[in-house]
Nanobody
């Protein structure tokens, strides 16, 4: 069974940085596109970063220039480096991967940015 485990969330002041990690078991990240999503209370889950199997990355305008997604193939782990954090970045962040028409989500890690 595929498992995704996120870590690295926490409380940070506005302008600060956090680095999230998503470690996978029973799936090879390097062979799949991987994404980070986030969901704030009362809001829809939104995409914040993707990385394809070839390493191409993509971001919405809301985080472009501040967030960076990367992958360590040897550790089968995907990271989300978040800089210049804003209070509106407060949310639960989820790692996501799709394989063979199945969607896999991690349990989420909470990020709280204080003003």
């Amino acid at each position: 069974q595929v498992q995704l485990v996120e870590s690295g969330g926490g409380l940070v002041q506005a302008g600060g940085s956090l680095r999230l990690s998503c470690a996978a078991s029973r799936i090879i990240f390097a062979s799949n596109a991987v994404a980070w999503y986030r969901q704030a209370p009362g809001k829809r889950r939104e995409l914040v970063a993707t990385i394809t199997s070839s390493g191409t990355t993509n971001y919405p305008d809301s985080v472009k220039g501040r967030f960076t997604i990367s992958r360590d193939n040897a550790k089968n782990t995907v990271f989300l480096q978040m800089n210049s954090l804003k209070p509106e970045d407060t949310a639960t962040y989820y790692c996501y991967v799709k394989q063979h028409d199945f969607d896999y989500w991690g349990q989420g890690t909470q990020v709280t940015v204080s003003s």
